[in-house]
């Protein structure tokens, strides 16, 4: 029997490529709890798509300007989370 493993298999404890979108703006104001930063930054080690996704957000961010806690609505997070998908999508 062959053993297949996903690239991308997950860990009970590890976050998702979801997940991981869904905290993303509090990992950029740098509020994450130190339990979920280190789940946050053990997924960005082994996932191809996030880093560079953390980077293009670094670079939006960038040019529209700061987050502020009024802007992380649940609109702006599904928001984000459809970018994702799509952009995902279009790396397939
Ligand atoms: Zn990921």
Known sequence: MTVH????????????????VELVTDY????????VLARFEAHL?????CPMYIDQLRTTICLVGRLTESDVTPESRSILL???????QSRD
Not at 82 to 88: A, C, I, N, S
């Open 82 to 88: 459809d970018h994702f998908r799509v952009w995902k």
């Open 28 to 35: 950029l104001e740098e509020v994450l709890p130190p339990a």
């Open 45 to 49: 080690l082994e996932c191809d798509d």
């Open 5 to 20: 493993v996903e690239p991308h298999a997950v860990e009970p404890d590890e976050l998702t490529c979801q997940e991981l």
